[in-house]
Structures are given as C-alpha cells and as structure tokens.
C-alpha cells in the first residue's frame, strides 16, 4: 500500500489472486475519469485545494518528499479537512513543534495563489489534519462541500478528486465503485481504482456530498484500488471544531449581541450652591424616535429623585425592550428648578453575547444560547445654571457598543 500523496507511485509486489478475484477487479479498473472540463470541475475547483508541505531543518525550509497532496474545504469560515501522512507526523502531533512545519494551499490549481494554513488538530487515530485558511475580514466566505457519513449500500459509485503529482497541476477526478459495503466500526472504506500520488486527503463524494477523505492506494496482484477514511469516523472529532456532519455549518460570526439592561443614575461636581434645597431632574434614556430596534414604542423612559447630597438615586429602566448592538441612541436630561451645579449622568447597559448551539431540523435554523454579559458605562457631562430655562435642558446622542 501507498500513500497518495507521494511523487512517484511505489507497487508493492504480491502474490496472483483467484482467477474469480481477477475478473472482479477487472470490473473495477475499468472505472473511467471524469473530464477536467466535465459538469462537475468547476466546483470541485471552488473547493478542493493542492497542498504542499515544507520542514524547518534548522536552517532551512526544505520540501517535505511526501509532502504533495490534496485537501478541500469543510467550512465558509476557511477549515479544510487533509491526511496527516502529507506532513512530518512526529512535528504536527506535538503543538510545541508545529511552527517547524508549513502547510500551504493553493485552490482549484497548483498554479492559483499560495496561502499558508494554520494546522488546527491532527486527529489521533485516523489519518486526518484540520487546517484553516487565514480569513480577511473583507473576504467573502469560502466555498466548501457538504459531509455525510450515510455510506452504507455496497458497490456504491463515488467520485475522488485531486492533483496528481505527475499533472500538470489542474484538478482530475476519479470514479469508481465501493469493492464492499462499509458497516460502522470499519475504519477504511475501498473503492476499486487507482490513484496517482498527489490524491492524499482528496475529497470522496456520493450524490455531491463528502463521504471520505483519501487515506492510500495500493495494487495487490492486478487489483488496483484505493482506500479512504469514512466522515463518520471523523464526525465526532469535528463537531469538537464546530464542523457538523449532515447539517449546515455554524454560521462564521456570532449571533447579534443585545442590550439587555440599563441602570441611570449621575452625580454633581464641585460646589452645588443649592444643595440644601435640592431639585428634581428627569432622565429620559433611549434611542431614536421610530427606532423598534431600541425600544418597543416611542416611549422612553424617565425617572425623577431630589438632588441633596453628591450622588442621584440610580433607576433601572423598566419594561425595556432588549435591542442589539451597536446602535445609536441618547440621553435628555431636565431639571425642574435651575441651580448652578455642575453634573453628569451616567448610563450603565449591560450587552448579553450569545453562540450557535445545535441545528434544528425542523425550523431550518440553530438554536442561539446565551453566552456571557458584560456592562459598558457612559458618561455625560452637563452644566445647569441658575435661572436659566434654556440650560436646564440637556440632550446628548451616543452609541451603544457592542461587545468586544
């Protein structure tokens, strides 16, 4: 058996099989490629990447020899899924040494731009690595393949994509049909046809969906086949990175984070030459007028407290309705007698972030979960003045941030 991912495709000589054996694998070699301009090549290219691999000798980056292979994309947000075996195992197993290691991908063709890959998680047991392109903000998500792990009738027909190390560096795809069924627990699956070096952790598809990824080829007499990891074996490990097998990845960015409490209170500065008497002021929180995203109505909120000493009486704002972030909003202040005092008022939101929980099949949609709270605090300065009507009004507009 050898792996895909090698330049040259080494044939391990074995014993002749039956003549009942022979002329089913003959059946199966026969299995043709697909064009590269048939119906399917333009997305497979969208989403399968030409992986090359390179080690630090300590001096140098050199080129890994088995280090050419194919890997292909598994989520918007930029997640590929490859086989180990097309880097040093004993470096990317050990996260302190997979800095030594560079892993570089170029999608649709050997030829299109180079981007180097993170190495996220090399599974433990299966022949997998989980690497992820660097996303630009600006970027429009990738494109990538939906997985599957119902593989489970016999003599299934699947189709395997990649770059042969001998091309000329554009996508090939291979077909053929599964030798057995694949029961669970069986780690390999075996399709009858072979594959050139360079296919190592391609795509295996049934009915446009990933089934598998591809592990090794091998000819055993004049049997010539190739073996690939079943999704399902991998499904677990996966959802570990928020990749679900069956549904819809989770969405790249969170749910919107809401405001979902707002304390009001303030204080005075300096002398108030009037503290004795006290006076009332009234606080109206809120956003814009017609903004149902802020509140329910064009209602805002308010309270009144008796200023005598430094500090107002702090309000939480009743039957608010919680609204997302950022956004614009304000805070109008009056006061029913005017006195020279300098004052501020201070607004305390508290912003909920949430996160993707599970995917419902019934409502097309994920479930949002509360994740955790943090409170912001704006302050507003304003300065009222004895016997002044037009200074015993404040209004000041502001935005709610959202969480960092």
């Not at 004993?90 to 993170?118: H, N, T, W």
């Not at 591809?214 to 996966?238: A, D, H």
């Amino acid at each position: 058996m050898a792996c895909v991912s090698c330049e040259t495709n080494a044939r391990r000589p074995l014993p002749l099989m039956g003549p009942l054996v022979l002329g089913v694998a003959a059946f199966f070699v026969t299995a043709p490629a697909l064009a590269q301009d048939g119906p399917d090549a333009d997305y497979m290219r969208l989403r399968t990447v030409a992986i090359s691999v390179q080690y630090y000798d300590g001096q140098d980056w050199k080129t890994y020899p088995k280090g050419l292979g194919t890997g292909f994309l598994v989520h918007p947000g930029g997640y590929l899924l490859t086989a180990k075996h097309v880097a040093p195992e004993e470096r990317i197993s050990d996260p302190k040494q997979r800095s030594s290691v560079r892993v570089l991908g170029r999608i649709g063709d050997r030829s299109s731009a180079e981007m180097e890959l993170q190495i996220v998680d090399v599974h433990p047991q299966r022949d997998a690595m989980l690497l992820k392109f660097h996303r630009e903000p600006d970027r429009k998500p990738f494109e990538y393949f939906e997985l599957t792990d119902k593989l489970t009738l016999p003599r299934l027909q699947v189709s395997a994509a990649g770059f042969p190390a001998s091309g000329d560096g554009t996508i090939r795809i291979m077909t053929g049909f599964m030798t057995s069924d694949l029961p669970e627990g069986k780690q390999l699956g075996e399709v009858g046809v072979r594959l050139e070096g360079g296919f190592s952790g391609g795509p295996v598809l049934s009915g446009g969906k990933v089934v598998g990824l591809v592990e090794s080829s091998s000819t055993y007499g004049q049997r010539e086949t190739f073996n690939f990891v079943p999704i399902r074996s991998l499904s677990s490990w996966l959802s570990d990175h928020a990749i679900v097998v069956h549904d819809p990845p989770r969405p790249i960015n969170p749910p919107p984070a809401r405001v979902v409490d707002m304390v009001v209170g303030g204080e005075t500065h300096g002398e108030n030459k009037d503290k004795d008497r006290g006076f009332q002021v009234h606080v109206h929180a809120g956003g814009p007028r017609g903004n149902e995203n802020m509140v329910a109505s064009d209602d805002h909120y308010s309270y009144g407290g008796t200023i005598k000493d430094a500090a107002f009486p702090t309000v939480r704002l009743a039957n608010l309705t919680s609204f997302e972030v950022p956004t614009s909003g304000y805070v109008w202040v009056a006061a029913s007698q005017h006195h020279d005092c300098e004052c501020s008022i201070f607004v305390n939101y508290t912003i909920q972030t949430y996160k993707w929980g599970s995917y419902d099949r019934n409502t097309k949609k994920f479930n949002v979960l509360p994740d955790r709270q943090t409170t912001r605090t704006l302050k507003v300065p304003f300065h009222f003045y004895r016997g002044d009507e037009d200074t015993g009004k404040f209004r000041t507009d502001f935005t709610f941030e959202g969480a960092n």
